[in-house]
């Protein structure tokens, strides 16, 4: 009879132990979702605020501001020699590839 009740009380204890280290491990969980989903709000503010600077301080907002100020620019604001802003091509950015380079020799070998 003894016997018995140690092996309850130990299965019991057992299954405590279990539902504890479940409970936790979902807390844990619902932990990580609600930090994910506030990195990802804060990654949208961000970028809503990266946004705004960037209409703030384009060329024209600025053009616009200075005159409104009455200020003249000029041309100071102007893209000058065809420029456009956008980004080289890779093949025009990419030098020359060498083709009078001689690959190393092997164990001293000659052709």
């Known amino acids: 009879m003894f016997k018995l009740?140690?092996?309850?009380?130990?299965f019991l204890l057992v299954a405590m132990t279990l539902f504890g280290l479940r409970?936790?491990?979902?807390?844990?969980?619902a932990q990580c979702a609600r930090l994910y989903r506030d990195i990802e709000n804060r990654?949208?503010?961000?970028?809503?605020?990266?946004?705004?600077?960037?209409?703030a301080t384009s060329a024209k907002a600025l053009t616009l501001g200075l005159k409104n100020a009455g200020i003249?620019?000029?041309?100071a604001l102007q893209m000058r020699d065809g420029r456009t802003g956008k980004?080289?091509?890779?093949a025009k950015t990419m030098p020359a590839?060498?083709?009078?380079?001689?690959?190393p020799l092997?164990?001293?070998?000659?052709n």
Not at 5 to 10: A, E, K, P, S
Not at 87 to 90: D, G, T, V
Not at 106 to 110: A, K, L, Q, S, V
Request: aromatic content about 2%.
């Open 43 to 55: 990654k949208d503010t961000l970028r809503n605020q990266q946004l705004e600077i960037s209409r």
């Open 97 to 103: 590839i060498e083709t009078d380079l001689i690959a």
């Open 106 to 110: 092997r164990n001293g070998e000659r």
């Open 23 to 29: 409970q936790q491990q979902m807390e844990i969980h």
């Open 87 to 90: 980004p080289r091509s890779p």
């Open 5 to 10: 009740l140690v092996t309850l009380g130990f």
């Open 72 to 75: 003249d620019t000029g041309d």
